[in-house]
């Protein structure tokens, strides 16, 4: 895979309008093992393969003018396979860096369960179930800044430089709102239309709630899909958030 950076072009012309299918990858081995997986590369599994299949058949009738993803491989094996099966075989897929998860830095590949409930009494509860019935589904969000603080105190005596440890929420925000504006800016330049956009569950979470604070957080589901609209440097969600609905349709 060539891994490079979304770029503008410099042309100036007149923008149009772009709508982001903004999709949550296919299930890998770390989701079906209950493993923390940001930036750490997990394959897919073959129900993983399935879906992204599925999910591509449900997306067929709707053509793609491009498509990019993060450049690990359960971003790109999900845009390829959807582009294949949906009639979109002929779209490059453009890697953007920014698009990936969050970095948990030391908590990468670490239990699920253990280290969100290590989150939940670092946030002052004594289980996970209280911290989100306290904090509601913004506590997916508030786990990045928890590990962020808890790496930072070197929590788990890992010898990771600092700029290897986890991510803070505004760090993620910041890139995935550049990552997002730079492809807007270019597709819209390149005559706009539908953008396929690869992305991960707690990344794709962070963006939409910088777009609207009052967003549906609930979890989002493997090849969930969530469509953003760009025009003229504004974001704008429609609604549902994190549909399933192309993938429902792909078994019929």
Known sequence: ?????????????????????????????????????????????????????????????????????GTLTRHYETARIALDNSG????????????????????????????????AEWLGYSTVEEARAARGPKFDLDVQDALYALDAENMLHTDLVPQDRAESADMVKQRMWQAMTNIGDLVSREGGGNVLVISSGTAIRQFLWTIDSEVDLTYLGNTAVTKVDYDKGTFSIEQPVGSMAYYERGAQ
């Open 1 to 69: 895979m060539n891994y490079s950076h979304t770029t503008l072009t410099g042309d100036e012309g007149p923008q149009q309008q772009v709508t982001m299918f903004l999709t949550r990858h296919t299930k890998t081995t770390a989701n079906a093992i209950d493993l923390i997986q940001g930036w750490s590369d997990f394959p897919l599994t073959q129900e993983g393969i399935e879906i992204a299949r599925q999910f591509g058949r449900g997306l067929q009738g709707t053509r793609f003018a491009a498509a990019y993803c």
């Open 88 to 119: 979109n075989d002929n779209v490059e897929i453009r890697f953007e860096p920014g698009l990936r998860e969050y970095n948990f830095g030391s908590f990468e590949g670490r239990d699920v369960s253990t280290t969100h409930q290590a989150v």
